[in-house]
């Protein structure tokens, strides 16, 4: 899953409200950005393999450090720790703990069985929702777009700015997504390693977003 991860950031925006888009992109992605990383000092490994599902060509052999469940729920638990020793806000912290852990559920719905319990462990998650193209990424739209409505509900444009760069992020997202799928194979792993590790631009491109939008009043019922 791809796109799916961004709405859920988009989404969270209603309950941790005074918290950067750019910090629940963090969190939401947190793990994909750890695995690049992972990848180009051998810790972890992919295999390029064409038609492995009908949404992506690849295989991912070997990632415990970045996907296994229980790795991501210390992930999680440290982000949010991390993150109300910074702001000393409890709510946006547990909502971004929240963000690293959906991460892996997420996952779990699209991905063959892949995803391992614990770093150690032989057991495998995944309901491979990735060999059903069609309710594969009718579910990530869905959850995109109903991420972005909340987002918009939640915050307006403070200037040009705030309008244009939202939806120019949202229109590089869907290119990203659909070149993903109907695109050709990466040419290496080392390839898929370094431009994985773009999406930070993705998290720079969100905190420079939310710097130009304000929250709406919330109207009393």
């Known amino acids: 899953m791809f796109i799916g991860h961004f709405g859920t950031a988009f989404a969270a925006k209603p ?7 750019g910090t629940l992109f963090l969190a939401a992605q947190f793990i994909d950005l750890l695995w690049p990383t992972l990848l180009l000092l051998g810790l972890e490994t992919v295999r ?12 991912f052999t070997h990632y415990p450090i970045s996907h296994s ?3 991501v729920l210390g992930w999680s638990v440290l982000f949010g720790v ?3 020793m910074i702001r000393r806000t409890l709510v946006p912290a547990v909502v971004c ?3 690293v852990a959906s991460h892996w559920v997420l996952d779990a719905i699209t991905h063959q069985p892949d995803l391992p319990l614990s770093p150690g462990g032989t057991t495998r998650i995944g309901m491979g929702l990735w060999n059903s193209p069609v309710f594969a990424i009718g579910l990530e739209l869905l959850i995109f777009a109903v991420g972005l409505t909340l987002y918009l509900r939640t915050t307006r ?4 700015v705030g309008a244009l760069g939202l939806w120019s992020l949202v229109a590089f997202l869907l290119l990203v997504y659909f070149m993903n799928i109907f695109g050709p194979p990466p040419p290496s792993v080392e390839a898929i390693a370094w431009t994985a590790q773009a999406q ?3 998290v720079a491109w969100a905190y420079w977003i939310d710097c130009h939008r304000e929250l709406r009043v919330r109207v009393p019922r």
């Open 15 to 21: 309950v941790a409200r005074k918290t950067s888009l």
């Open 48 to 59: 390029i393999a064409p038609g492995a599902t009908q949404v992506t060509p690849l295989e």
């Open 69 to 71: 469940l229980a790795a």
């Open 82 to 84: 991390v993150y109300f």
């Open 97 to 99: 703990a929240g963000l």
């Open 157 to 160: 444009a403070s200037d040009r």
């Open 200 to 202: 930070w631009l993705l």
